[in-house]
């Protein structure tokens, strides 16, 4: 890559502010070090990954409102966890978690158990319990 | 390039730690923790003689359902090995909680010793909100504390960032693979010269094997074959999915701070300064070569986000990605089948 080809392609998820940089050639055929705001490919791709995550964190939201899942699902999703992470979390085993899907199981948990999952989720114990 | 002041500084006590921004977090922290400590190495030489690049698709190792590929060696190597082939030495410990995590860090700060530390960008306030997921295995420095806020140099930012302490220790203490409990290191010991001719050697014997010599399927110039076959399937999984292994492979390959193409820029940088360090024209050569191929590591990116953006399960499409990645395994095998006969 040229050092004049470094592509300049910004994008609101990038913000104005963030240049990474990239290693290219110039006239000389010498690599130096250029910033770029972003490219479109890559653009693409992450925009396409945040679609993905908020249709996930949607479809969670939903199901709790149905009654389908506890909101825990609903906050992990939003929290970009997956389930051993968010196990990692609350110091619980992955089957624990899942089964704290469910909502008559939620529902049974401790005020400590709560805390904990507010915790993780850097929400309090009130959101927790309640998904608007 | 990053060029030393001339009669730059050694006594690292009074010194303020110089932020220089890097491409990639642990190249970039290596090479500004060892320029602090008196070492000039800029970020292409330490990923070099660290071993830093790699390929390898692993189907298996899924994150949301999205298999993982990467175009480097795993976390930690690069520190690990620059160190231990320049004679470096580095003192790295782990906590049981965050409070003694943070305890020990201001000791550090007190002492003037810049630290490195692993963390979750998931937690880290300062970086765009889009790039914020939950990867942990990534490295900054701790250089210093104003009112309740630590400095911090991450290496790709452009200049240093603060942070509040809560914020840190969560990043310092995120769950999940690889988990930081609190990792931090300093350097403890340079050596008072360094001949670069071993360590690049070092590092481009080892690279040359795990690109060429690897026997997994998977890994090195067979794994970029092997995801190039995989590609051409990728219709079956319907446009939504094929879409989304199609972006994980430019977001590896572009988005996290390679420095273009899968850090095959960067390696070549690294051969083109070696080159010059030890007088080897040959290295200078293949420089040129990799930059070629890295083109062509753009390319299918390039094209790859078209049929992102299309989002259609156009067959031909497909087709073409998987030659296109054909292609870029052939130069990829005769660049490093040459590299791997340079005579250091």
Known sequence: ?132 | MQTAAPGAINNKMNQQFNHVQSAHCESGVVSNLLRHNGLQISEPMAFGIGSGIFFGHLPFVKVNGIPGTTYRIWPSGILNKVCKRLGVQVHSEKFSNPQKAMAALDQAVAANIPVGMQSSVYYLPYLPQAYRFHFNAHNLVVFGKEGNEYLVSDPVMEGPAKIDPESLAQARFAKGYPEPKGRMYHVSHVPSQVDFRKPVKQGIEQTCNFMLKVPFPMLGIKGIRYLSKKIVKYPELGERKAALFLGNIIRMQEEIGTGGAGFRFMYAAFLQEAGIKLQNDELRNLAQSLTAVGDEWRNFAFEAGRVCKARTVDQNAFVNLSQLLMHVAEGEQQFFTKLSKVKL
């Open chain 1, 1 to 132: 890559m040229k050092k004049d080809e470094v592509p300049q392609d910004n994008n609101d998820l990038h913000k104005q502010t963030f240049k990474q940089l990239f290693y290219a050639v110039d006239n000389d055929g010498d690599y130096v070090k250029v910033p770029s705001v972003g490219w479109e490919p890559e653009n693409v791709a992450m925009a396409q990954a945040w679609d993905e995550v908020n249709d996930r964190i949607a479809q969670a939201k939903e199901k709790v409102l149905q009654g389908e899942v506890s909101p825990i699902a609903y906050y992990m999703e939003k929290s970009l966890m997956d389930i051993s992470i968010l196990a990692g979390h609350v110091g619980k085993f992955q089957w624990q978690v899942k089964r704290h899907f469910k909502p008559a199981n939620f529902n049974k948990l401790s005020d400590k158990m709560l805390q904990r999952y507010a915790a993780a989720f850097q929400i309090s114990v009130q959101e927790l319990l309640q998904v608007k």
